[in-house]
């Protein structure tokens, strides 16, 4: 017993030396952890391999005709929709994870570990970029497969991808801050769908602006959804960058810049 008390206690104070480099080198081996997890149930991945495909299919045959005429048309329009809907979609799984291994007494073994006390939640949210990653990819080959050509090129097509990651990571802070402070991880997942269902379907992702009645369109042109897929749409369709880019760069800044301290601080708190 007093062995383990020892033990405690020089982690502690391990911990609360840790200098940066060392708290990089835990956050990655974290992250590593989380990957290691997705290796070992694959089924994890459903949300990033099956989604991608099954929306992409249905919404561009359901709407495709309807919307611009045929398929190929709709094709520009709703892929940039499809990644950015899916994407952000995936970053939920950030909160109700970590909420998971809160509530199974990990994070309470991490704390007799001589590693920074951050590393858990950085690597964390480090890991669910590859899941962002594999669903951007599957979302721009099943749109090449159906006869999707954008024209903005190849370098213009890896920036969009990069933008939708990046902004879903920011994204990832909001729902790691309802992880920390939720009491259970379907409770976590409900509050995030509240929060992004009338985001990504009240946005310009699927249908043109004009299409939607008066009422809804002031809050579409608003809704920082549609000026990332606006963003997603100039840099792979025409290889341009407007000014929903600069928003969109900007908006993820404010979420991290917002979120990230408070979530950080919660979950010092909690562990």
Not at 30 to 56: H, S
Request: positive net charge.
């Amino acid at each position: 017993m007093r062995t383990a008390s020892v033990k405690a206690g020089v982690a502690r104070q391990l911990k609360n030396h840790t200098s940066f480099g060392q708290s990089l080198r835990h956050s990655l081996t974290m992250a590593y952890r989380g990957l290691l997890k997705i290796r070992r149930t694959p089924e994890q991945l459903f949300d990033v391999t099956l989604q991608p495909i099954l929306f992409t299919l249905m919404f561009t045959y359901i709407f495709g005709g309807a919307i611009s005429g045929d398929v190929v048309s709709y094709l520009p329009v709703i892929i940039p929709g499809i990644l950015v809907q899916t994407v952000i979609t995936t970053s939920i799984v950030t909160g109700v994870q970590l909420r998971e291994d809160m509530d199974k007494g990990v994070f309470d073994r991490f704390k007799s570990l001589p590693i920074a006390r951050i590393a858990p939640l950085a690597g964390a949210l480090l890991a669910d970029t590859i899941r962002y990653t594999i669903a951007t990819v599957l979302t721009f080959t099943m749109g090449y497969l159906m006869g999707y050509r954008p024209d903005g090129g190849l370098e213009h097509v890896a920036l969009a991808a990069v933008l939708v990651i990046f902004c879903s990571w920011a994204i990832s802070w909001i729902f790691a801050f309802f992880g920390v402070i939720a009491r259970t991880a379907s409770s976590v997942q409900g509050i995030s769908m509240i929060v992004l269902f009338p985001l990504t379907f009240l946005s310009n992702a699927f249908v043109p602006v004009e299409t939607m009645p008066k009422w809804l369109q002031w809050f579409v042109n608003i809704n920082p959804v549609s000026h990332l897929v606006t963003a997603v749409r100039e840099l792979a369709n025409s290889g341009t960058a407007g000014w929903d880019l600069g928003i969109s760069l900007l908006g993820a800044a404010v979420i991290v810049a917002i979120f990230a301290p408070i979530t950080v601080r919660a979950y010092m708190r909690r562990t």
